[in-house]
């Protein structure tokens, strides 16, 4: 049975209810999965898994939260070569480039993206919902 994580930042719980129905798509499979928050994970724990969903919204300015996400991230990334992965995230007003940028810079490290990203505006609504389960299902 594989076993995937789901890691996730957010700020006012509209990635994390993303985050839970991504895991939900993943149980749905019959894989294992385990949703940490993105403080807790570090680079010692990728190899435990053999897939990774990772959710962060739009902060700054375009761009992934900088102070918990970015740095645990960008240590993980030379350990993502190989590694199935899917991306999801947040938005308010913006037009999406935080997530171009970030799934340009996953293909750059050679991760292997199991399928598009998942993003949307604010809080998921019932066709978000669907599309994160979908992802989680592709890691599975
Ligand atoms: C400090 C800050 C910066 C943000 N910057 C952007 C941005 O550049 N582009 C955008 O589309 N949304 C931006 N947003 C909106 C958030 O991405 C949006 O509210 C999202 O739903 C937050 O997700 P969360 O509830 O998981 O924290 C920003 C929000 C905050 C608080």
């Known amino acids: 049975m594989s076993k995937i994580a789901v890691v996730f930042w957010s700020g006012t719980g509209n990635?994390?209810?993303m985050a839970n129905e991504v895991a939900q798509g993943i149980k749905e499979k019959g894989?294992?999965?385990?949703?940490?928050?993105?403080?807790?994970?570090?680079?010692?724990?990728?190899g435990d898994f053999d897939g990774i969903a990772f959710g962060c919204p739009a902060m700054g300015e375009e761009v992934l939260e900088e102070e918990i996400f970015e740095p645990m991230f960008n240590a993980c990334e030379p350990d993502l070569n190989g590694k199935k992965i899917a991306l999801f995230g947040s938005y308010g007003w913006g037009d999406g480039?935080?997530?171009q940028n970030w799934e340009e810079k996953c293909k750059g490290i050679g991760a292997v993206l199991t399928t598009d990203c998942v993003t949307c505006m604010e809080e998921p609504d019932d066709d978000a919902k669907e599309a994160c389960r979908k992802l989680g299902a592709s890691l599975a």
């Open 15 to 17: 990635t994390e209810i």
């Open 97 to 99: 480039e935080w997530m």
């Open 31 to 46: 894989s294992e999965v385990e949703v940490i928050s993105a403080e807790n994970f570090s680079k010692e724990k990728v």
